[in-house]
């Protein structure tokens, strides 16, 4: 099983950013997906989940402090899940990870998103 960021860089204040998370070995749609980050010296923050249930019935999830200007989303036909990520401030400035989680849990290797 392999879970692959990629989207990441560096971007100015309000910009926007895509972030994308391609899985082999499972089925996307059939985990709860997540999106956490590390900022420098700082614990993991969790920014964003996904349900694994129908489409119709989805329900995702924000931290507080991205409410509003992040969106988390899968494209089952890709196997792969998103997070757009607008009006970016400088303490967004992270590693960012994708999970994968059913009865294991499962990882990225991270995508850098700079703000400044």
């Known amino acids: 099983v392999q879970l692959v960021e990629s989207g990441g860089g560096l971007v100015q204040p309000g910009e926007s950013l895509r972030l994308s998370c391609v899985a082999s070995?499972?089925?996307?749609?059939?985990?709860?997906m997540s999106w956490v980050r590390q900022a420098p010296g700082k614990e993991v923050e969790w920014v964003a989940g996904?349900?694994?249930?129908?489409?119709?019935?989805?329900?995702?999830s924000y931290a507080d402090s991205v409410k509003g200007r992040f969106t988390i989303s899968q494209d089952n036909a890709k196997n792969k899940g998103y997070l757009l990520m607008n009006n970016l401030k400088t303490e967004d400035t992270a590693v960012y990870y994708c999970?994968?989680?059913?009865?294991?849990?499962?990882w990225g290797q991270g995508t850098q998103v700079t703000v400044s």
């Open positions: 999970s994968a989680i059913r009865s294991v849990q499962y």
């Open positions: 070995g499972i089925t996307f749609s059939r985990h709860d």
């Open positions: 996904i349900t694994s249930l129908p489409s119709l019935f989805r329900a995702a």
